[in-house]
């Protein structure tokens, strides 16, 4: 249904579905968070989850590289396919899956190690360089993705933690994008960075859309229309309306979004 | 305006001060049409120059809501049904602003048309033609405040009645100056006057047209009725309607 989506020239690009979810369900304990969410999220698109707080958007990123795995109350219902594998099959590893599926969180954290030991984790733990060279390789290809490259190429064994905000999350970007992921889920990645720092992540959103599916929680609804095709609104746990970010933010069809991107409904 | 309000309530007051702004410039452009037809029919110069020196008013209110609907597009980032509050109003501005110089035209022309021998019945009819754009005027501005768009495409509709009025004043215009060259100049004074209020329910149109896309997101897709004929028709050609008349 949701198969399309519109550039910003206004020509319709048809994406293959990556995510395919139908009647999502979460629950925390007894809470019901997230209530029959069904969603198709396309691959090579920026798809940006906006809501008040609480309304169940990072739950559902959440669900999609099953993070909430390490929530012991938490329990989910229905399917997610990831290019048609159920993500919640039994056979399926969560650290695999997570390789596959990166995330960029809020605040950035890297790990108390080198620059390069941050970006080189992952793939060291997952096997994917058998030399020191095909490693400094692969650690430049993503430290240069994440744009960071020409600030760290002199320093790379300076410590993570001692970049700037800005400069911290990128690093973060970089080590989720090391993996060579197929899908970036970014909870909130700009919220905590000063305005060009943000610009600088939002232009780097752009570009990974040429590779991956990006899939961005955020608060800030001016930032989602700028750097999304699609948007989906969700409102106390359900999925109010999906569609190409251009008609949410000018003509949305439920009451409900209009409310809130119009700063009616908090 | 039954937007529901503003978390920030400065925000609603913004919005509300604009829209105040287009229904001054509405109630000054509405008196304009009025006046200047009235003082076309009574002769009255004073009242002519009234409209000619009220223009001034109407264009600074324009520029007043247009910068503040530059203002709050740089500080509010409007979306949705408030963005199209702005984009509205910026539209209608100017279609009222362009109403309020066609009056001040007419006005001109008054001035020039009392110093020569009257066209029976032009004036009358002229004023009747102008208080029916000035109603279409008024439908429109009610529908915007009220959000109405049957209003709206009523409004829209009214317009060929306009037009068939042109097109009779038109005629009747061509009869004179056939009849007696010496009326070919406040009979070309009067058809432009004709010309002007029916140019008016074209912008009239158009506002009607922003309040159907402020109310529905979507500007008017069906073609509108046309029935100014006077452009393309050879009927209308003096000459040309010996056997019909």
Not at chain 1, 87 to 99: E, I
Not at chain 2, 2 to 15: A, F, K
Not at chain 2, 74 to 92: C, E, G, Q
Not at chain 2, 149 to 162: G, S, T
Request: charged residues 30%; contains cysteine.
């Amino acid at each position: 249904m949701y198969d399309t989506s519109k550039t910003a020239d206004g020509a319709t690009e048809q994406m293959a579905t990556k995510f395919h979810c139908a009647d999502v369900q979460v629950f925390y304990g007894a809470t019901h968070a997230i209530k029959d969410v069904n969603v198709d999220i396309q691959d090579k698109t920026v798809t940006a989850f906006i809501g008040p707080s609480g309304c169940g958007k990072s739950t559902f990123l959440r669900c999609l590289n099953r993070m909430n795995d390490t929530i012991d109350v938490a329990r989910v219902e229905g399917t997610i396919l990831l290019d048609g594998e159920d993500v919640y099959d039994a056979r399926v590893d969560p650290v695999q899956l997570r390789a596959k599926v990166g995330m960029v969180f809020q605040k950035p954290n890297p790990f108390p190690k080198s620059i390069y030991e941050n970006v080189a984790y992952g793939p060291k733990i997952h096997g994917m360089a058998r030399t020191k060279g095909d490693l400094d390789e692969l650690v430049e290809r993503a430290l240069r993705r994440a744009a960071l490259w020409d600030e760290v190429k002199d320093r790379l064994d300076a410590t993570g933690t001692g970049l700037s905000g800005g400069q911290q999350q990128r690093l973060c970007i970089a080590r989720a994008v090391a993996t060579e992921p197929e899908v970036l889920l970014m909870d909130e990645p700009a919220s905590a960075l000063d305005p060009i720092a943000t610009s600088q992540i939002e232009e780097l959103i752009d570009e990974l859309r040429q590779n991956y599916a990006v899939v961005i929680v955020t608060h800030s609804m001016q930032q989602a229309a700028r750097v999304s095709q699609k948007t989906a609104f969700f409102h106390l746990g359900n999925l109010v309306e999906y569609d190409d970010t251009s008609k949410i933010f000018t003509n949305p069809e439920d009451p409900r979004t209009e409310s809130y991107i119009t700063g009616r409904i908090g | 305006m039954q937007e529901s309000p503003h978390i920030s309530s400065v925000y609603d007051r913004d919005l509300e001060a604009i829209q105040a702004s287009i229904m001054k410039m509405g109630g000054l452009v509405e008196a304009a049409i009025l006046k200047a037809a009235k003082s076309l029919e009574t002769r009255d110069e004073a009242l002519a120059e009234e409209v000619r020196q009220g223009d001034l008013a109407i264009d600074t209110l324009e520029e007043q809501v247009n910068d503040e609907a530059a203002r709050v597009i740089a500080l509010r980032a409007p979306t949705a049904v408030d963005l199209r509050v702005v984009l509205s109003v910026m539209k209608i501005a100017a279609n009222l602003e362009r109403i309020g110089d066609l009056s001040k035209n007419m006005a001109k022309r008054t001035g020039v048309l009392i110093q020569m021998q009257t066209i029976p019945g032009a004036p009358a009819a002229l004023r009747r033609m102008a208080r029916e754009v000035e109603l279409m005027l008024k439908d429109a501005l009610d529908a915007y405040i009220q959000r109405d768009e049957d209003l709206a495409h009523d409004v829209i509709n009214r317009d060929a009645d306009l037009d068939q009025m042109y097109n009779a004043i038109f005629r009747e215009f061509l009869t004179f100056m056939m009849e007696d060259p010496r009326n070919i100049t406040a009979c070309m004074h009067l058809h432009f006057i004709a010309k002007n209020i029916e140019r008016m329910g074209d912008h009239v149109t158009s506002i009607a047209e922003q309040v159907i896309f402020l109310v529905s997101g979507e500007a008017p897709r069906e073609r509108r009725p046309k029935a100014d004929k006077t452009s393309y028709d050879p009927d209308l050609a003096p000459g040309a309607d010996e056997a019909g008349d």
